[in-house]
């Protein structure tokens, strides 16, 4: 018995993406920049991937331009932003957001206890002064949904001169981001988020953004990101966006059950545990996949451990390169204590989640959890001895 | 068994976890995020996590990193600059090994289910004449660490390994080799793990406390140099002082950080018969008797007496610096230790 619940941070490839891949690494070997007919089948191959992935993205296959993956898209979104002129972002950004941001003297708009951007505060920021505004649309972690439409209201009334950026990386397997993301400038996404091989992903840059690029020397991507694109990856990213969208509103419904029986029979489970982002009882404007959940008198780290031990894959807070769990700037955004955040645990559900994982998952996680929370009562933390 | 085993990545630790898989335990490896950025390259660097991931890889057995940088950060490097501020020498491994190995680590590996911590610490833990189990120095005595695991309770021993501890540092290397372990090779880890030699103590405790400038005086209390940061002289100390005139070498015998003032004499003036102590504590039964008392990580014991709250030296020595661990031995054994005390004035 196994339960993967770390979707959100890679999920299994669509069988169709990884069939579709295979011919661009055989026989479809040619590198599209080329003249002759072996560049030509390369090349027709990346077309039909820009065209189905625009449409997929209620773009025009001229707007996208393929990048590594979804940390590339946004740092291409962010890059270039020139001294004088404001840059802004949600508190909870993504780091590949985030950290740009910051590096381009960005200010950070806080969130709401839910987990949603303070749209006052928002206002508030806005002048003709800002240049880019970067609101994600669906939150890695903890699976909010921004009120997207709302926040490119605001930034077209009050700062007319700014480009409006949304990650849609953790949006596109449960969010119709071409509705979604329709107001905004710029629009990332990464394959492997959505059935896709790891290593490629677009940003969508409508008419007439000017985008600084992160890559020359080549010309590539009508100059805006050099290098040979990456053909079996593109190929892929495409094959599953088709099957995402096509199987998109199916899965929603079915993976939204598995989820609510999930969550719901750990919060009936373990009293005391708290629910990420949720006010008043309500998980709507949250992903259909994602759970998240903070245990009170547990180490996520210690938690995780034990339950890596029993086949179930999850995680805390985003991991950095060593391995070592950080605590999240998610939760501290949202107000979450930091002792609670210590105990915050994802569980994030995909495309492959079948309803064995999640009674493997409620069989196991309850015990676990019980064990480590009598542990820590029957001894004070270290920070308590004498 | 089940043996969580401490790998920090250097190669005596990847022995231990060598050697606790060999001994048919069922063995985890966990590395501990202590300190330092992603791209740091000091301790628990990334390479050094790698290192410890990719041994437990070759030995085929599972490996985890826990973060208690919270904790290092509370326990061992604010101490560490506290003590800078009053004066005092710190003893960073020994807290370290005080509150995250033996504290934080093993309650959590007692949480987790597991039997037994261990580690690639060269100390033994030998049974004392009461029985109970008692930290004693390591076979290969060049490498000992039983001074930085002086603490250790009977309660914690009892849950602790220190598989490399009976054998020599050539053997591990060459056990290590054998394996084909990538850690063979690699250099012994610096003194302080959380200062970089390129940056140094001066630089990191400049980012967190204020350095003041001292005067350097003679017994006499006569001017006869200056130094940058007094809070960094430390009693013993002959190097860096910049003193004028020539003649005999001259030490530190003294520091007054109430007036940022440091005292030098010569060798003589270092050399004391009695040690003040405090914060003694006996292993087991109080010892009357003769023992050898050890001052830092690295020396050897001297014999002495303690009595009436401090120690009696068979021969002269050094003055320790106040706050300095002192560890005391009766052959093999740790029988107790206790923090190196500041003199009286005119005492």
Same mark, same amino acid.
């Given at each position: 018995m196994s339960a993967y619940l770390d979707h959100a941070a890679t999920t299994p490839m669509r069988p169709e993406a990884l069939e579709a891949m295979l011919p661009a690494l055989g026989d %479809?070997?040619?590198?599209?920049?080329?003249?002759?007919r072996v560049a030509r089948r390369a090349q027709r191959l990346v077309d039909d991937a820009r065209e189905d992935l625009a449409d997929a993205l209620g773009a025009?296959?001229? /707007?996208l331009i393929f990048t590594s993956g979804g940390t590339e898209a946004d740092n291409l979104a962010v890059h270039?932003?020139? /001294?004088g002129r404001r840059v802004l972002c949600s508190a909870v950004e993504h780091h590949a957001v985030l950290d740009p941001v910051l590096l381009a003297g960005g200010e950070i708009v806080p969130v709401t /206890?839910?987990?949603?951007?303070?749209l006052d505060a928002l206002a508030a920021a806005l002048?003709?002064?800002?240049a880019l505004v970067s609101v994600m %649309?669906?939150?890695? /972690?903890?699976?909010t949904v921004q009120p997207l439409a709302a926040v490119a209201e605001l930034v077209r009334r009050h700062a007319p001169n700014a480009r409006l950026h949304t990650d849609a990386v953790n949006a596109f397997s449960w969010a119709d981001v071409a509705s979604a993301a329709s107001g905004a400038d710029l629009i990332s996404v990464s394959a492997h988020k959505f059935g896709g091989p790891k290593g490629v992903g677009a940003l969508v840059a409508r008419r007439g953004v000017q985008l600084s690029p992160l890559l020359v020397g080549g010309g590539q991507e009508r100059e805006r990101r050099a290098g040979t694109p990456n053909v079996a990856g593109i190929v892929a990213m495409a094959a599953a966006a088709r099957v995402t969208v096509e199987s998109r509103d199916q899965m929603v419904a079915t993976i939204a059950a598995r989820r609510d029986r999930l969550v719901d029979g750990l919060l009936t489970a373990l009293p005391g545990t708290v629910e990420t982002a949720v006010v008043a009882g309500s998980?709507?404007?949250?992903?259909?996949?994602s759970g998240h959940l903070c245990f009170p008198g547990v180490e996520s780290e210690a938690l995780l451990f034990l339950l890596d031990r029993e086949n179930i894959s999850a995680s805390a807070a985003s991991s950095c390169a060593s391995g070592a769990i950080q605590t999240s700037h998610v939760l501290l955004a949202l107000g979450v204590p930091p002792d609670l955040a210590k105990g915050a645990v994802r569980l994030s559900l995909g495309w492959s989640t079948t309803d064995a994982e999640i009674d493997h998952a409620l069989a196991v996680i309850p015990d676990s959890v019980r064990r480590l929370q009598s542990h820590a009562a029957q001894r004070p933390m270290v920070g308590a001895r004498s | 068994m089940r043996v969580l085993v401490a790998m920090s990545g250097g190669v005596d630790s990847s022995v231990a976890a060598a050697l606790c898989r060999d001994q048919g335990h069922e063995v985890v490896g966990v590395t501990l &995020?202590?300190?330092?950025?992603? =791209?740091? =390259?000091? !301790? !628990?660097s990334v390479a050094d996590v790698e290192d410890a991931r990719r041994v437990a890889d070759q030995l085929d057995i599972e490996h985890h990193v826990f973060n208690f940088g919270d904790e290092f950060t509370e326990w061992v490097v604010d101490p560490y600059v506290a003590a800078h501020e009053a004066g005092h020498t710190p003893n960073p491994c020994v807290e370290c090994n005080r509150h995250? &190995?033996?504290d934080r680590l093993l309650d959590r590996a007692d949480a987790l289910g597991f039997d037994t911590v261990a580690t690639g610490h060269y100390a033994r833990i030998m049974a004392a004449a009461d029985g109970a189990p008692r930290v004693a120095r390591g076979l290969d005595r060049a490498k000992d660490q039983s001074y930085v695991l002086h603490m250790l309770s009977p309660e914690q021993l009892d849950r #602790?390994?220190?598989? #490399?501890?009976? $054998?020599t540092k050539t053997e591990i290397r060459s056990i290590a080799a054998g394996l084909g372990? $990538?850690?063979?090779?690699k250099p012994d880890s610096q003194?302080? !793990?959380?200062?970089t030699k390129a940056d140094g103590r001066q630089r990191f405790l400049s980012e967190r406390m204020t350095l003041r400038p001292g005067q350097v005086v003679d017994l006499q209390g006569q001017p006869v140099g200056e130094v940058d =940061? #007094?809070?960094l002289v430390t009693i013993g100390q002959r190097r860096g002082?910049?003193?004028s005139g020539g003649g005999e070498r001259r030490y530190v015998v003294a520091t007054d950080l109430s007036r940022d003032r440091v005292t030098v004499g010569g060798m003589k003036d270092l050399m004391t018969d009695v040690q003040p102590i405090d914060a003694l504590e006996w292993a087991g039964a109080k010892v009357v008797g003769r023992l050898g008392a050890q001052c830092n990580a690295h020396g050897s014991a001297q014999p002495g007496f303690v009595t009436h709250g401090q120690l009696s030296w068979e021969q002269p020595q050094r003055r320790v610096a106040p706050g300095q661990s002192i560890v005391f031995y009766q052959d093999e054994l740790v029988v107790g230790a206790a923090l190196a005390a500041a003199e009286q004035p005119n005492g």
């Open positions: %479809l070997f040619g590198n599209p920049s080329g003249g002759h025009h296959p001229g /707007e270039g932003q020139r /001294e /206890e839910a987990g949603l951007v303070d002048d003709p002064s800002v %649309l669906a939150n890695n /972690e903890i699976g998980r709507a404007h949250k992903v259909a996949a | &995020k202590l300190w330092g950025g992603e =791209s740091d =390259s000091g !301790c !628990c995250i &190995k033996f #602790v390994l220190f598989p #490399v501890g009976d $054998r372990l $990538r850690t063979a090779a003194d302080v !793990c959380f200062i =940061s #007094v809070q002082l910049e003193l």
